[in-house]
């Protein structure tokens, strides 16, 4: 199983400014820039109707809601509506400014973004993962598929699992990249998972990506 570079449940001590990580993204360089995009059918794409609704439900609202935890580290996450199961390596920044993405040599890899809270904290938490490498699909090529109200299961290294509810799924072109949509706090404990997505050119590669944002509806 991969693990963060640093020490057990050590918080990385730099956290990226939103407003940075959003001004990457708008200069239209791929978030994961090693997915091939040569196969006879492309990764599902998100249907219009999949716009993420960005007003928290009543039932979150209420006393009942479950309550932010505190920082632990991701192992695995599972989509069981699109069969992932991986495990989850420490990603951050690049030696250019960009997120980074998982060693491309294990398809079945995902990174959380060591830049942003960690799952099931308050604010916004970041996985990432290629959607495809030149062997072939790769942990996040369904990503598209997935629908509101679908569970994304982050499993922490303090052995709790954060369970997150769908509520959107939206591919943005990266020369227009809503960085403070997708990053920016809401109130709740979220989860963006990102992949490549859109339309793609052997030149430069895929144009958008895909963003899937839930928020913690229960722990286990």
Not at 161 to 172: K, L, N, Q, R, S
Request: hydrophobic content about 40%.
């Amino acid at each position: 199983m991969f693990k963060p570079a640093f020490a057990e449940e050590e918080r990385p001590r730099k956290r990226a400014p939103w407003g940075v990580i959003a001004l990457v993204l708008l200069t239209g360089l791929a978030l994961i820039r090693n997915g091939s995009g040569e196969f006879d059918v492309g990764p599902p794409q998100p249907a219009p109707a999949a716009a993420a609704d960005t007003r928290i439900p009543a039932a979150l609202k209420s006393a009942g809601a479950p309550q932010p935890l505190p920082f632990s580290m991701a192992d695995r996450v599972r989509i069981p509506a699109i069969r992932v199961d991986a495990p989850v390596t420490a990603v951050g920044l690049d030696a250019e400014g960009w997120v980074d993405a998982p060693p491309p040599q294990d398809p079945n890899l995902a990174g959380q973004f060591t830049g942003s809270v960690s799952p099931g904290e308050q604010g916004t938490a970041i996985v990432v993962g290629h959607v495809d490498n030149m062997q072939g699909p790769a942990v996040f090529y369904g990503l598209g598929s997935v629908k509101k109200g679908n569970h994304v299961e982050v499993l922490r290294r303090d052995g709790r699992t954060a369970v997150f509810e769908v509520y959107g799924i939206e591919v943005f072109e990266k020369a227009n990249f809503p960085g403070e949509k997708v990053y920016g706090p809401t109130g709740t404990p979220e989860l963006r998972v990102i992949t490549c997505g859109g339309g793609f050119s052997k030149q430069n590669g895929y144009d958008g990506n895909v963003v899937v944002f839930a928020r913690l509806v229960s722990v286990r």
